[in-house]
Each structure stands twice: as C-alpha cells, then as structure tokens.
C-alpha cells in the first residue's frame, strides 16, 4: 500500500519553507478519532528528529546504533509503511572522540528524499547521500575536515586540548534543483566556525561556502570568504581567506533551512556567539542569516530584538527551530521562534520586522512569573529553588523555557502553532513551567495574538485546558520541544512525556492521543528524559519516532486510518 506521492513528507517539516501542513489526507476533526496505532517497532536506537515518509516508505536515522561498535555510530533506515519491515539500512562507525557535545554518534536530522536519493547530515560531521531503492551509499562529503575530492577545504577542528565538541551536522538538508543546502558548527564549543554549505546534489562537490561568523563589524562576509586558521591546504580556485579574529564565533545553523525559489533566498536561522551574552550579540548570531541560494551572497540578517526576551539575563537564547515561510494577502513572511520565547514575523524580501511576541505568560498586571525561566541557582540538591523575579533578572542564564520548536501553519484558519518548552534533562527547573505555560501556542499568524480563547485565571490559560481531558498545564514538566504538524483543522503534537496529540485547529479540543504506545522516559539527570520531536503527516498516515526507557531506546510508531 503506498501513500499518494503528492502528500509525501519528503523533507523537514513537509517541503523547503517548512510549513508543516500536509496535503491530500483524508485526516481531519471528524475522522482522527479512527486513527489506530497499525505498527510499534522497536529499532535499534534513539529516535531525535522527525522521519521523511515517501512513496510508502519511512526514511530515519538513529542517534545511536546497538549495530555499531559499542554503539558509537549511527544507523539509517527504511521501513515498509504498510507492514513495518525494516527493507534496507546503512550503518556508520565513528570514535568515540568524534561524536556530539550530548554524546550522540548517529543523526539527529530529518533526510531530504527526492530524485531517488535520500541526504542527511550526521555527527560526524558528514553529508551523506544515499540511492533511495536500496540504501547504498551513492556519495559522503566531510563537513569537518577538509575533503579536497569533493571541493571542500575547510577544516572546523579546534578544541582545547581535545576536550570539546567538534563540528557536527544538526542541520536537515535542503534540496533544491540540483542543490543541497546545508548547516554545520558546534555552538558548544568556542573555537568553532559556523557555516553554511552548498553542493551539487548528483556528486557532493561544495559549489559555495558562507561563514555564519561575521569577520568585520559593519562589513558583510563574501561567499567562499573562509577564516584562514581552517585552511590547512592550498585554496580551490574561487576561495580566498580572512586572516583575522571575527566578531564571534559559534553562530551555528542547527535546523533546517528554508527556501524561496522566487527570491532566491535562503533563511537560515543561527545560534548563539561565543563568549555568549545578552542581546542585542555580536554579529549574525541568535539571528536569520538570509543569503542567495544562488550564489551564497549576503542579503540581510534580522537579530531577534532583545526587548523580546522573557528576562534581560536571558543568554544562551540560540534559535534551534528552522525559519517558516508563508503569505499574508500577498505578503511574504518568514517566522521564526527563539529560545528567548519570542515568536517574530518579518518581510521575506524587505525584511522589516512586522510583529513580535513573548509566548512565556505574564501574570495580569503584565508582571513576570517567578517560576517561569528562573536564574541564580546551579546546585542539583535544589532541582525546583524558590527565586523572586530580582533574582533571575538579575543573573544571567539560560532560557530553558521558551521555544526551540519550529512552526507549523494551517493555511485555511489562518493560525500558526509552534511547541514551547525546552529540554528536559537538566538539573534545575528543566523544561518548562506546566502550571503557567501550555505545551502548544496557537497564534493568529497575523497578529501573533493567541488564537485559541483565554480563560479569566490570572495568569490567563487556553480555555479549554478547564476540560480534565484536555493534556495542557496537566503534566509536570511535560514539554513541547518537537515541532507539531498541521492536517486540514488538526494539529498534531508530541511532548517529552513521551506523547503524541491531536487537537482542533479552531479551538485546541483534544481530539485524540497516544500517551502508552511510546515508552517511559529514561528517568536521567533531572527524573525525565524521553523525546518524540514531532511526526510525519503522509496520506492517511502519521509516523513518529522516539527516544525511551527500555528495548533499545527507540521506536517508532505508525498510525493510520482505517481503509
């Protein structure tokens, strides 16, 4: 049984401006109710991104393989939609010493699945391109250390004494023509460079570089303009170097990048600097870098206002989810969230800023919430600390409360939802405030005003939270980390309890879940630490993975609708 090919979740988020609405599904308000649970599998790993489904296959990776040696390195596969097998899978190895800031040696990106090729970035720091029928390896470009063969001089290796992080692709590629575009850093370390990639997608040769490090102050970066500490060879013709310190490193690409074929233009969102700081940061970090997809040129670079953070201390507000794109009566708008809780709206070819909001809650007098993003404490034996809003605004710290989500639209009731919440693996007031703060914003995608009705409570919550089957403000700690995806008037959304949800689009009636066929989070660190980072939408199906307790760490589940 194969799903119909015009619905096909081929890339992140559904297609190159990641909208996250998916087409030509019979699901909706009136038929989720149906939708069973037809495959579990376990697979052999965590599950940390969102799968592709195409043609009646899912594509995904692992972020750590049992198959690999001493489970470091990563594993692909591809699943029959219909009866769960596994039809085909690729594996990679890596040193323990090459592998993520968190630990992960696999993937964490959603591929792109288009012209019978499968491309994804991993932790090794490699682009990998597969042939879609049978998984076998068609090309690998190194994103970390230079690969002349494939055009690529640069090598983003720089730690102290070996004990930090290198370069390594969370960036899920975009295809585009006969391109790929790609992100690859480390912001977690701060002798690295961000950059961003593009190579031709029929043999893995880099066709241009932009470094996301800004060099001069006032001075917009050239396209294969390279920080001369990463050239450890002669340059390719085209390439020349910056022989100096840039206004600040980290600045990586994590997510995905969108695409803009009419204005040639890429939207790529950017991390924090190192050393971080508050906003307004330096250079193009904690920003949309916007460049020509045809060239990698400079156009603009729109920094989240620093006014927008839900406390002046907040730093380490790097963006994480990708840039969305839509219009508004024949506007273009990019929007994009910010782990500062802002959500922003500009113009995709002018880029004026056109709204913004704090999706954190206030209290009624507009007064910030003490248990929401709080600062000042770093001790485990004090995992909840009672703090007054002059503490926390008076330490800087990290927002572990706003969003690292990336939006999904829905098109006919013009609203936006994008997921709020952070990880939840930390010691100290992990994830998110659940008495105060919803798993899910609904937002007119005009305005950026809550589109779902508010109660009367102080601080105001979604209305329909009052219904005690309603999950939102329910579970401790429960989190919206993952991205939700939208069909006709339903919008999905999974949380770290591990679960998944549908609600009504008009007004966030729970509609349907599935909060037993995943597994348990893993109990680590903070008590809780278990992710689905959001499903896939094809036909009449929806596929999601996950990382859990127990088995191998991993599974992924399938539902559909009766034939």
Same mark, same amino acid.
């Given at each position: 049984m194969s799903s119909n090919p015009s619905s096909n979740w081929w890339m992140f988020h559904g297609d190159p401006a990641h909208t996250g609405e998916a087409t030509g599904s019979a699901i909706n308000s009136g038929s989720v109710a149906g939708l069973k649970l037809t495959q579990s599998i376990n697979v052999n790993g965590s599950i940390l991104s969102t799968p592709a489904v195409v043609d009646g296959y899912v594509y995904c990776g692992l972020a750590n393989s049992l198959e690999a040696a001493a489970q470091n390195g990563g594993q692909f596969i591809k699943v029959n939609l219909a009866t769960g097998q596994t039809e085909a899978t690729f594996n990679w190895s890596i040193d323990p010493k090459e592998r993520d800031t968190h630990g992960f040696c696999g993937m964490g990106c959603t591929p792109a699945v288009? #012209? #019978?090729?499968?491309? &994804?970035?991993? &932790?090794?720091? *490699?682009l990998y391109c597969l042939n879609q029928s049978d998984l076998t390896l068609a090309w690998v =470009?190194?994103?970390?250390?230079?690969?002349? +063969?494939h055009n690529q001089p640069v090598t983003n290796d720089f730690a102290a004494a070996g004990t930090q992080a290198k370069a390594s692709g969370w960036s899920s590629p975009l295809v585009a023509g006969n391109r790929v575009y790609v992100g690859m850093g480390e912001g977690e370390n701060s002798f690295l460079y961000g950059f961003v990639y593009c190579l031709d997608a029929n043999s893995g040769n880099v066709i241009w570089i932009y %470094?996301? %490090?800004?060099?001069?102050?006032? =001075? @917009?970066? $050239? +396209?294969?303009q390279l920080p001369a500490k990463t050239i450890r060879q002669s340059l390719p013709a085209g390439f020349t170097t910056f022989d100096g310190q840039p206004v600040a490193k980290g600045a990586s690409v994590w997510s995905g990048i969108a695409h803009d074929p009419d204005l040639d233009a890429l939207y790529c969102a950017t991390g924090n600097p190192v050393p971080d700081d508050q906003l307004p940061t330096l250079g193009y970090t904690n920003s949309v870098l916007v460049l020509s997809a045809s060239t990698g040129s400079? *156009?603009? %670079? /729109?920094? /989240? +206002?620093?006014?927008?953070?839900?406390?002046?201390?907040? /730093?380490d507000i790097d963006i994480g989810g990708a840039p969305t794109l839509w219009q508004i009566n024949g506007r273009k708008v990019v929007g994009i969230g910010c782990k500062n809780g802002c959500f922003m709206t500009f113009d995709a070819n002018t880029f004026d800023i056109i709204a913004t909001r704090q999706m954190l809650p206030f209290m009624n007098d507009g007064s910030q919430i003490p248990t929401v993003d709080p600062h000042g404490v770093d001790d485990p034996s004090q995992p909840f600390p009672v703090l007054t809003n002059d503490q926390s605004n008076q =330490?800087?710290?990290?927002? &572990?409360?706003?969003?690292?989500?990336?939006?999904? $639209?829905c098109s006919s009731q013009q609203k936006v939802f994008i997921g709020v919440g952070g990880n939840n693996y930390h010691y100290i007031c992990s994830g998110i405030d659940s008495e105060s703060t919803p798993f899910i914003r609904a937002l007119d995608w005009s305005t950026l005003a809550d589109a779902w009705a508010l109660d009367n409570g102080d601080p105001k919550k979604y209305a329909v939270a009052a219904d005690p089957n309603n999950p939102l403000y329910k579970m401790a700690g429960e989190s919206g980390i993952s991205v939700p995806a939208v069909v @006709?008037?339903?919008?999905?959304?999974?949380?770290?309890?591990?679960? $998944?949800?549908? &609600?009504?689009v008009t007004d966030g009636k729970l509609l349907w879940s599935d909060v037993e066929n995943f597994g348990a989070q893993t109990g680590g660190m903070s008590g809780g630490y278990g992710y689905c980072m959001g499903p896939a939408i094809?036909? @009449?199906?929806?596929?999601? !993975?996950?990382?859990?307790? !127990?088995? @191998? !760490?991993?599974? $992924?589940? /399938?539902?559909?609708? +009766?034939?």
């Open positions: 288009t #012209g #019978g090729k499968v491309y &994804f970035s991993a &932790f090794d720091g *490699k =470009t190194d994103l970390r250390y230079a690969d002349m +063969p %470094c996301a %490090c800004q060099y001069v102050d006032g =001075t @917009n970066n $050239l +396209p294969n400079f *156009k603009a %670079c /729109i920094q /989240i +206002p620093a006014e927008t953070s839900y406390r002046v201390s907040d /730093i =330490t800087q710290g990290e927002n &572990f409360h706003g969003t690292y989500s990336t939006a999904a $639209l @006709n008037d339903v919008v999905f959304m999974s949380t770290t309890r591990v679960a $998944l949800y549908a &609600f009504r094809a036909g @009449n199906y929806v596929v999601a !993975g996950a990382l859990v307790q !127990g088995g @191998n !760490g991993g599974v $992924l589940n /399938i539902y559909a609708l +009766p034939s």
